[in-house]
């Protein structure tokens, strides 16, 4: 299962592919998760194919695309990471499987405090559209993401300081799916 906690502030991480824990620990639970709209599970697929074809038919993803996340085969790995290090929401719903290796999600709960996500081989996470998120690849710096879409994915992504305004945003507001930090 997808294990989560409360990250440390920000300002005092010197590496975001290290844990990071708050101290003392404070793990958070998929039904905290759920008060904002993120949904995670652990779907273990033996055969990837089939299994990700189950998948899509059961949520009704109709596209899907891959992203291999390491030193090797990501182009400008270096300026990729700090991009995704960025905070930021997509308009539409974000659908993610871990395929192989390992990576954080960081999403904020309602009190707008960082709640990191690490999954692995077989999670799924679902945040709505209009949730502010970002992503570090772990020590291993190595993942297979298997992104799932309900439509054809525009790729539109809006940062902090641009998108408090933004429609969806302000949905995921009303909905409870994210707090305003103003």
Known sequence: MVK??????????????????REPKQFVTGDDLRRFGVFISHVPVTDLESGLDKICEEGGYKWRDQIVVN????????ERVKDFWNEHFHPDKEVRYLASGSGYFDVRNEKEEWVRML????DLMVLPGGIYHRFSPTMEEA?????????????????RSE???????????RTGHSMRTS
């Open 163 to 173: 998108g408090e305004c933004h429609n969806t945003r302000m949905a995921a507001i």
């Open 119 to 122: 999954l692995e081989p077989g």
């Open 4 to 21: 989560c906690w409360l990250l440390k502030d920000t300002d005092k991480i010197t590496d975001t592919r290290l844990e990071n824990h």
């Open 71 to 78: 030193r090797t085969d990501l182009e400008n790995y270096e």
């Open 143 to 159: 993942c297979h993401v298997i992104r799932l879409y309900s439509e054809v994915p525009t790729w539109t992504r809006f940062y």
